[in-house]
C-alpha cells in the first residue's frame, strides 16, 4: 500500500497495480485466519507516542477486512473510468493519493490493538475520508457537506478519545484486548457506543451522512456507505466483546437499530435524489446490522448464547452483504450521473434502452438490497429472523421484544422493495423526461467492471451462503467468547440449495417467455384513453409514486410542498414540487446551533477591553465561588 500512496500522483497504472496487489494480499491474509489458522499478532520494538506497536489480526478484524479489500479494489478500478487524469487533472492524482490513504488507515484501524494507536488511525481514515468526500471543492454544497461530515467525524473522535482515556486511566495500560472480568468498565460502553455510532451514522446521529455520501464522488460514496460506516459498527463489535455491557446495552442497541430500521428506509422514500436516496438505506441497513448485534447482546445477558448466535451471525453477514450490494448501487448510481448529469430522478427515465448493462447491475443491486431470494440480502435477513424467532420462543423478556422487532424488520423489508421499485421504475423505465435522459450512453469497460465485481459478490453469497457459515460460526463464536462448539449444523445449508433452484428456475422461465414471445408480438398504439398523443409528463415521477407511503411518515419527514395548482378551465401552466428535509438537522441541531451562538454573541459583549470591569468580574466571581465554599463546608 506504501508503494500506491507514492505512485498515485505520477504513475496511474502503477497505482492500480499497486492497490490491486495490496488488496490481493490482505484478502489472502484475512481469509487465511477466518479458515482457522492462528490468530496472528505482531510486536515492534519501536514506539509510537511512547506506546509499543501492537497489531492483532484476529477472526473478527479479518472478517471486516475482507469486505474492505474487495469494494476497495473496486472501487480502484471503478474510479481509473469515473474520475480520470483528463477530465480532472488537478484532483485526479489527490483523489487516488487519498483512496490509499483511506484504504491504509482503515486497515490500521482494524489491526491495532493499542488505545492510542486505534486513535491516530482512526483520525487518519476521518481526515483521508474528508478530503475524498470533498474533491469536488469548487462546488459550494460539496464543501458545506464535507464541513459538516469533518465536524461530526470530530465529534466521534472526541467522545472515543474519551473512551479510550478513560480505558487507559482504570486499567493502567493503553494496550487493548479481552477485559470483561473488570465490571467497573461496564459504564464506559455508552461512550463507545456515541463515538461509534456518530460513524456508522445511526439514527438520529446520522445527520453528517446524506449529504456527504450524495456530495462525494460516486466511488467515494461507495467505499463510504460500503466500508467506512461499517468501521463504527467494527468498533462496536470489537469493544462489545472486549468490554463487560450494562444490562440495557442489548435492549438500546435494538432499540436503535429498529428506530434506524424504518426511518431510514422512510426518510429514503421521500427523496427524488437518486444518491441521497441510497444515503438514506445505510441508515436502514446498519439498523438491521444493529437488530442483530443487540440481541446477540441480550442472548450473552440472559445466559444464552445459543439463540444469540443467529442473529449474531445475521448480522455479521449483513456487514457483508450491505457492504456489497450498496457499493454497487452507488458505482450504478454514479455511472447514471456520469452519463445524465443530474441525481435528479424525476429528469431520467427510459436508461434501460441506452445503459442495459448499467441497468441490470443496478437492478441486481436493488433487488440484493430488498432482501429478496435468491441473492446475498435475503440470507442475512433470514438468519436474523430467525435469530428473532429463536428469542420468541423463551419465556422471557426477550420475546417481548423479539416480536415487534421482527414485524419492524418485515415493515423495513416491504418499505424497501416499494423504493426500489420506484427508483427503477422512474429512472430506467417508461420515456425519457429530459435530454440529459435521450442522451445518455453506457459506461465504458472500466466502470463495468468494477459494478461486476461486486455483483459478482452478490451472488456467489446469494447462490452459495453454506461455504461461508463456518467462517461466519468463528467469528460469531469469537464475539461470544465461547469455544468451537462441536457438531452446530450448517444453518444456511438448506439456501445453499433451495437459492440455485430458484435461480434456474428463474433462468428458465425467462427464456422460456423470450422463446414464446419472439416473432410472435407487434408493435401497436396502447388504448390511450383520449390522449391521443402521450408525453413523458404523464408519467410516475419521484415524488407521485411514494406519496401515499411518505404522507404516513409526514409526523417525522416533514415535507414540504410547493405547489402551482390550476386556476382556469385551460390553465396556461401548474406546477408542484416536494422536498424532504433533513428532519434531525435542520429542526434539532441548526436551532440549538443557532441558540449556542447567540449565547456566545451576548457574552461577548462583556469582553470589550476595560480593566475596570474585568476586575469587577474577577471580584464577582471571587464572592460567587466563597459563598459556593461556605455553603458546601457547612
Not at 440470507?379 to 428473532?388: A, F, H, I, N
Not at 435521450?438 to 451472488?459: H, K, N, T, V, Y
Not at 449444523?489 to 419472439?518: F, Q, S, Y
Request: proline residues 5%; positive net charge.
Amino acid at each position: 500500500m506504501l508503494a500506491s500512496l507514492l505512485a498515485s500522483h505520477t504513475a496511474p497504472r502503477w497505482w492500480i497495480v499497486f492497490t490491486l496487489t495490496a488488496a490481493t494480499c490482505a484478502f489472502v491474509a484475512a481469509a487465511m485466519v477466518l479458515s482457522g489458522i492462528p490468530v496472528w499478532e505482531w510486536r515492534s520494538e519501536h514506539t509510537v507516542g511512547g506506546e509499543q506497536i501492537f497489531m492483532r489480526l484476529d477472526e473478527i478484524s479479518a472478517f471486516f477486512l475482507l469486505l474492505l479489500c474487495v469494494v476497495g479494489a473496486a472501487g480502484a478500478i471503478y474510479c481509473r473510468s469515473y474520475w480520470p487524469q483528463q477530465a480532472h487533472p488537478r484532483s485526479a492524482g489527490q483523489g487516488r493519493l487519498w483512496w490509499s490513504a483511506l484504504l491504509t488507515s482503515m486497515g490500521l484501524v482494524l489491526t491495532q490493538s493499542n488505545g492510542l494507536h486505534f486513535l491516530l488511525a482512526w483520525e487518519s481514515f476521518a481526515l483521508s475520508a474528508y478530503f475524498l468526500v470533498t474533491l469536488d471543492r469548487k462546488d459550494p454544497a460539496v464543501r458545506s457537506a464535507g464541513w459538516l461530515y469533518l465536524g461530526a467525524s470530530h465529534a466521534g473522535t472526541l467522545a472515543l478519545f474519551g473512551f479510550f482515556a478513560a480505558l487507559a486511566a482504570q486499567t493502567g495500560s493503553w494496550e487493548l484486548g479481552p477485559m470483561t472480568d473488570q465490571a467497573s468498565l461496564a459504564p464506559l460502553f455508552w461512550i463507545a457506543l456515541l463515538g461509534f455510532g456518530i460513524k456508522a451514522g445511526v439514527f438520529p446521529l446520522h445527520i453528517w451522512l446524506p449529504s456527504a455520501h450524495a456530495s462525494a464522488p460516486s466511488h467515494v460514496s461507495a467505499i463510504m456507505s460500503g466500508v467506512a460506516i461499517k468501521m463504527g459498527i467494527y468498533g462496536l463489535v470489537r469493544f462489545s466483546t472486549w468490554l463487560p455491557l450494562p444490562v440495557e446495552a442489548g435492549w438500546v442497541v435494538v432499540g436503535l437499530g429498529c428506530a434506524s430500521a424504518v426511518l431510514g428506509v422512510a426518510f429514503a422514500l421521500g427523496q427524488h435524489d437518486l444518491k441521497r436516496l441510497l444515503a438514506y438505506h445505510s441508515v436502514e441497513n446498519i439498523g438491521i446490522i444493529l437488530i442483530g448485534l443487540g440481541f446477540a447482546m441480550i442472548a450473552l445477558d440472559h445466559g444464552r448464547p445459543q439463540w444469540g448466535l443467529m442473529a449474531l451471525a445475521g448480522g455479521l453477514l449483513h456487514v457483508w452483504n450491505h457492504g456489497l450490494f450498496k457499493a454497487l448501487l452507488f458505482l450504478g448510481a454514479g455511472a447514471v450521473l456520469h452519463s445524465t448529469g443530474t441525481r435528479e430522478m424525476s429528469r431520467m427515465g427510459g436508461l434501460w434502452k441506452a445503459m442495459p448493462w448499467t441497468a441490470s447491475l443496478f437492478t441486481l443491486g436493488a433487488v440484493a438490497i430488498c432482501g429478496l431470494p435468491p441473492l446475498n440480502g435475503f440470507v442475512s435477513e433470514w438468519l436474523v429472523y430467525r435469530g428473532l424467532f429463536d428469542a420468541a420462543r423463551l419465556k422471557s423478556a426477550a420475546a417481548v421484544g423479539a416480536v415487534p422487532a421482527a414485524i419492524l424488520l418485515a415493515v423495513t423489508g416491504a418499505l424497501a422493495l416499494a423504493c426500489f421499485v420506484k427508483v427503477c421504475g422512474v429512472v430506467f423505465l417508461g420515456a425519457a423526461r429530459t435530454k440529459c435522459a435521450q442522451d445518455a450512453r453506457e459506461c465504458d469497460a472500466g466502470m463495468r467492471a468494477g459494478m461486476a465485481i461486486l455483483a459478482a459478490g452478490c451472488l456467489a453469497v446469494g447462490l452459495a451462503p453454506a461455504f461461508i457459515w463456518p467462517s461466519l460460526l468463528r467469528v460469531a463464536q469469537a464475539w461470544l467468547r465461547i469455544g468451537p462448539v462441536p457438531g452446530v449444523p450448517n444453518h444456511l445449508e438448506p439456501l445453499g440449495v433451495a437459492h440455485p433452484l430458484l435461480a434456474l428456475a428463474i433462468l428458465a422461465l425467462g427464456a422460456a417467455a423470450l422463446a414464446m414471445l419472439r416473432g410472435r408480438c407487434r408493435r401497436a398504439v396502447t388504448w390511450d384513453c383520449g390522449y391521443s398523443a402521450p408525453s413523458a409528463r404523464m408519467q410516475y415521477s419521484a415524488g407521485s409514486f411514494a406519496g401515499i407511503i411518505t404522507a404516513w411518515f409526514a409526523w417525522i419527514l416533514r415535507p414540504v410542498v410547493r405547489a402551482d395548482l390550476p386556476v382556469a378551465i385551460f390553465p396556461a401552466r401548474s406546477a408542484i414540487n416536494s422536498h424532504t428535509p433533513e428532519t434531525v438537522l435542520e429542526s434539532v441541531i441548526y436551532p440549538a446551533g443557532n441558540r449556542v451562538l447567540r449565547v456566545a454573541d451576548f457574552v461577548r459583549t462583556f469582553q470589550h477591553g476595560r480593566v475596570q470591569s474585568y476586575l469587577i468580574y474577577l471580584c464577582a466571581a471571587l464572592v460567587v465561588l466563597a459563598v459556593a465554599v461556605i455553603l458546601y463546608t457547612e
